[in-house]
């Protein structure tokens, strides 16, 4: 298994840079954690709910994670031509 690796993210400078990267797979969780600390900033009674349901987002992400990939195979639709050499170097 090779290591992964992720640069480190930029530094905010203007209102339009976005936080990249986040993989697509798990955008949600950020949005979701996002939302759980909004709602923590303003003080509103949802902040507690919205905390629970990220942590158990986040606990199910991490359980899919650790399935064990699926195997999976190639089949060969048909014979390879090989091509043989004779001991003179002549084609077959």
């Known amino acids: 298994m090779w290591p992964v690796y ?3 993210a930029s530094l905010f400078v203007t ?4 936080i990249d990267p986040i993989p697509d797979e798990y955008a949600y969780l950020f ?4 939302l759980a600390m909004c709602y923590d900033h303003v003080g509103s009674p949802k902040a507690t709910t919205q905390y629970a349901k990220w942590e158990e987002q986040i ?8 399935r064990e990939q699926e195997g999976s195979h190639c089949i060969r639709q048909r014979d390879l031509q090989v091509e ?3 001991p003179t170097g002549v084609l077959v």
């Open 6 to 8: 992720q640069r480190k």
């Open 15 to 18: 209102i339009q840079q976005t």
């Open 31 to 34: 949005r979701s954690g996002f």
């Open 59 to 66: 606990m199910t992400a991490l359980k899919a994670a650790d």
């Open 84 to 86: 043989e050499l004779a």
